[in-house]
């Protein structure tokens, strides 16, 4: 009986280890701007994919950068940086919908950076010059 026990326990072990590893690998965050380095939103040329080597976790998220340089500058000021809304639309925000906003469709107001689900929902949002007032308001207000 004592040999079934420890093999139990031995077993049961085995499981634990096997789960807490799993749960480890699982608790790795999103990369977030599918790979884009969010500093270079920010310079000359637009945005550029980052490195995994380069790589930042923040506020449950994992931000890629293409150099050292930028990011140090994230690092030193991450919400100069990150995105509007989380990364969702503005546009959507600004009518009370959340739609995951795409990397590659942004823009750049007031030093802040826009994501939007598509160039014509971009195009509608930027139609309107109350559209981005009326998403601060509505992002306000959810919290």
């Not at 930042?56 to 998220?61: I, L, Q, S, W």
């Not at 995105?83 to 795409?102: H, M, N, R, Y």
């Not at 990397?103 to 195009?123: C, E, F, M, Q």
């Not at 509505?138 to 919290?143: C, G, L």
Request: glycine share 8%; with cysteine.
């Amino acid at each position: 009986m004592s040999s079934v026990r420890h093999f139990l326990a031995f077993v049961f072990l085995a499981l634990l280890t096997c789960l807490s590893a799993h749960a480890q690998v699982a608790a790795e965050p999103a990369v977030a701007l599918q790979g884009m380095d969010v500093v270079s939103y920010f310079k000359d040329g637009g945005p550029v994919k980052g490195q995994a080597a380069l790589r930042v976790d923040f506020d449950g998220a994992r931000y890629l950068f293409s150099n050292a340089q930028n990011r140090a500058a994230f690092t030193a000021a991450p919400d100069r940086y990150l995105p509007q809304f989380s990364g969702l639309c503005a546009t959507g925000i600004a009518v009370g919908k959340e739609f995951k906003g795409d990397p590659n469709t942004w823009k750049i107001v007031d030093g802040k950076l826009y994501l939007y689900y598509s160039d014509a929902v971009r195009a509608r949002g930027e139609g309107d010059p109350a559209t981005l007032a009326r998403a601060h308001k509505n992002w306000a207000a959810r919290k």
